[in-house]
């Protein structure tokens, strides 16, 4: 939701600056907008991960509203309250919600999010591209409210009753997933 502050470098630099210091090669799991970044990272380095586990990866799914990828997107996100942004994800209120709804109210964040949300769409046929290319492992988790619309040759799990965020709304069932996903030794 644009937590982030503006970043200094790309995504796929400070995933690696991130990653510098593992002495290991760890799944990387990434939910949404992420799973692209995740996946470029992935694909440019399978020397440093083990695996990829893509929780309701965008480019894979409906794309959002136009007007949500408009230009009244960021006032629109500004002015959203925690109830209506709870209710806009499908996801229950609680901290998470309204913790989300004052950062979009951050100067901005709200900017951050749309434009994340339009360069999702149109990076959607290369990161899917990538998905065919990628080696390490990769296992994708989506809620069966908001399910793949397009086939692919990675083990999808669904999520009975979730929606595009299951980590918020089902934690547990998400956890196993990801606690389930080994990568092959050397693999």
Known sequence: MGRSATAAQPMNAWLADLLSP???RPVLVAHSLACGT???FAVDHPDRVSGLVLVSPAFLQ???RRLARSGLAAPMMRRMSATRLARTLGIPEGAEVESAAA????PGVARRVAAA???DIAQRPHSRALLD???????IVVGSADPLIEAVDHPVTEIAGAGHHPQLTHPSQVARRVGGFTAPVGG
């Open 38 to 40: 995740a996946l470029r």
């Open 103 to 106: 950062d979009l109210r951050r």
């Open 117 to 119: 949300v339009r360069t």
């Open 133 to 139: 290319r990628v080696s390490v492992p990769v296992q």
């Open 22 to 24: 593992a002495r290991t």
């Open 62 to 64: 409906a794309p959002v």
